[in-house]
């Protein structure tokens, strides 16, 4: 599958209808600096997945306006052509006050969804005022949808956690609309989801999709046997359908991906010029091995698990010593949240500690990056790294490990990934580990110090092939034929 085929496939399943696809993260950010209106490619794997399919198909994309300066550059409907340097599609910007975005997101998404979702025992928080500013936010969003769409048919294609009730609100006024709700992130079993106060709520909300779409079969099952479980609906199991309310909603896995040959031509057309400057600008001899780290700044990534493998591996290996760098680029966020800033603070410690207790003269066996880098810079850092280390406590997929084998046209190297992402279940020659387990990690990583090129190149081809062939067109490409094979009765015109 490529962006020509997609775009044949999605223009004969939906014909004339409006694409149209709502997140909370916009793709192009619009801020100032030193005065002067400057874009900038949004970080994330929603981002990554979701931009070069809008670009190839083209459509709408109504997210939230979270740059400074993105007021700047819209036109009186809020809506600016993107990519800035060569449009193919339209962003509409949603505003939102500041007590709304607090309920909406910092409240209910990032301190109720994104704990409940993440088994890395934290405790999600329930806040009723919260509650009330999350669905006002999603009818928020809701009628910028309907204000664009109009009397025109559409396929409304919602994303994540942010957005559980946007679909229900668009359906109450236009039924026929086809609307498909994709997760990106992990969901619970019964037995987690249903301490939620709002857990009914929740899920009759997104059972308004015609489709829903998981990262594996197992997020789909948990899916299933929390409606189940709460509400009077019937499950089907073998065609994983269920029916509440005179309605049908499909339920399937899509494990998302990446745009494998952009990834591979930009990691091509970096220079070994470009990757020794990087490593001096760090202080990295030019032939010292670097394990490298690409994750944000949260909870559920294992940065410190791998801080403690790296601080083991020094102590019981002393020969390794000024032998590879550490370097972990672990980009800000929800800064505003208290979790995360005692995340923060713990990870900056054991930097800190790491580097005083095993650096030697010039060489910090730790190099920590906490920085916002651009997405040509992330896929220039992993391509400096040897082997990369992702050690994720709970992941939904985790497109860095893709991003890896697609970045790796040349040296081979090594990829070490957590059990619990979801990309294990497709990156099946990655050394596995449980990233609970220190031990397993600082194991890991010696084995990959020291595994034979010829076993590398083996493992990384396998690695390649799949993610090449399985790319975020194919994904896409396997979400809209899904759509195609609704039943008529879900809506008037299809």
């Known amino acids: 599958m490529n962006r020509q085929r997609l775009k044949g496939l999605i223009e004969q399943t939906i014909g004339n209808r409006l694409l149209v696809t709502v997140s909370h993260s916009e793709p192009y ?43 700047e550059v819209v036109d009186s409907e809020g809506k600016v052509n993107v990519p800035p340097d060569s449009p193919n599609y339209a962003l509409k910007r949603v505003s939102l006050s500041k007590s709304i975005v607090d309920g909406y997101l910092n409240g209910i998404s990032n301190r109720l969804f994104w704990p409940l979702c993440h088994f890395v025992y934290v405790r999600p928080r329930f806040s009723k005022r919260d509650w009330e500013q999350y669905k006002e936010a999603n009818k928020i969003f809701a009628d910028a949808v309907l204000s664009e769409i109009k ?13 559980c009730f946007c679909s229900k609100y668009v359906k109450e006024k236009r039924p026929e ?34 489709l829903i779409g998981f990262q594996t079969k197992e997020f789909a099952a948990n899916f299933m ?25 499909r339920i399937r896995d899509f494990p998302i991906s990446i745009d494998f040959e952009n990834v591979s031509r930009i990691s091509g057309g970096i220079s070994e010029g470009e ?20 994750d944000r700044l949260d909870y559920t990534k294992g940065i410190p698990e791998k801080l403690l ?36 603070e713990r990870v900056l410690n054991l930097v800190d500690k790491i580097n005083w207790q095993y650096s030697e003269g010039a060489w910090k066996p730790v190099v920590f990056i906490s920085d916002f880098i651009e997405r040509d810079g992330l896929i220039k850092y992993l391509k400096m790294g040897q082997i990369c280390l992702i050690t994720s406590l709970h992941d939904g997929m985790n497109l860095v490990s893709k991003e890896f084998v697609a970045a790796r046209n040349g040296d081979p190297g090594v990829l070490i990934l957590s059990k619990f992402a979801g990309s294990i279940n497709e990156l099946k020659d990655a050394i596995m580990i ?30 390649r092939e799949e993610v090449k062939e399985h790319d975020v067109f194919r994904w896409a490409a396997e979400l809209v034929r899904s759509v195609s094979r609704l039943k008529p009765n879900a809506y008037e015109k299809f």
Not at 225 to 244: H, K, M, N, P, W
Not at 276 to 287: C, M
Not at 444 to 449: E, N, T
Request: negative net charge.
């Open 225 to 249: 046997d929390c409606v189940d479980q709460t509400l009077e609906a019937r499950i089907d199991r073998i065609s994983s359908s269920i029916f509440f309310k005179n309605r049908e909603t």
């Open 309 to 344: 493998a790296i601080r083991e591996l020094l102590s019981e290996h002393p020969e390794l010593r000024k032998k590879f760098v550490f370097v972990q680029v672990a980009s800000p966020t929800r800064a505003h949240v208290y979790e995360y800033q005692v995340h923060g």
């Open 275 to 294: 990757i020794e400057k990087l490593k001096r600008y760090h202080g990295i001899k030019g032939d010292m091995p670097v394990v490298v780290g690409v």
């Open 177 to 210: 609309t086809i609307g498909v709700h994709f997760w990106h992130i992990p969901w619970p079993g019964p037995e987690i989801f249903k301490i939620c106060p709002w857990a009914e709520e929740i899920l009759e909300g997104l059972l308004m999709n015609d």
């Open 29 to 71: 950010i619009t801020t100032y600096i030193e005065g002067e209106v400057k874009w900038k490619y949004a970080a994330g794997g929603l981002v990554t997945a979701l931009d070069p399919i809008m670009e190839a198909c083209g459509g709408l994309w109504v997210a939230y306006g979270a740059g400074d300066a993105d007021k």
């Open 151 to 163: 009397e025109k048919d559409a396929f409304v294609w919602t994303h994540d956690y942010h957005m």
């Open 434 to 463: 449980n990233p609970y387990s220190v031990e397993e990690i600082k194991n890991s990583i010696l084995k990959a110090l020291v595994m034979s090129d010829e076993e590398k190149r083996t493992r990384m081809s396998k690695m």
